[in-house]
């Protein structure tokens, strides 16, 4: 089984900054594009930050020059630093990675939990 597991939400006042953390464990032969997705109440879940397989960095436009997306492949982490946040940020955090768990298995997306980014005025 293929776990993720987000850390690093919370409170903080506009214009601060957090670092979101997302550790996969569990059955994992490799790691093709990672990314953070938000959503809030009444609407669809949006990507925010992809990492593709190749490196590749896409970001949604209202956070580039304000979030930086990283992975470190050694401990199969993703990060994900929010600086200069606004009330606009508020939403679940949640990681997306496509794993593959075993070397000619199918590569199947996996969702964490989600953590409450929350930034008042």
């Known amino acids: 089984q293929v776990q993720l597991v987000e850390s690093g939400g919370g409170l903080v006042s506009a214009g601060g900054s957090l670092r979101l953390s997302c550790a996969v464990s569990?059955?994992?032969?490799?790691?093709?594009?990672m990314g953070w997705y938000r959503q809030t109440p009444g609407k669809q879940r949006e990507p925010v930050a992809v990492?593709?397989?190749?490196?590749?960095?896409n970001y949604t436009p209202s956070v580039k020059g304000r979030f930086t997306i990283s992975r470190d492949n050694a401990k199969n982490t993703l990060y994900l630093q929010m600086n200069s946040l606004g009330p606009e940020d508020t939403a679940v955090y949640y990681c997306?990675?496509?794993?593959?768990?075993?070397?000619?298995?199918?590569?199947?997306?996996?969702w964490g939990q989600g953590t409450q980014v929350t930034v008042s005025t």
């Open positions: 569990g059955s994992v032969f490799s790691i093709n594009a």
């Open positions: 990492i593709l397989s190749d490196d590749i960095i």
């Open positions: 997306n990675a496509v794993i593959r768990a075993q070397r000619f298995a199918t590569a199947n997306a996996h």
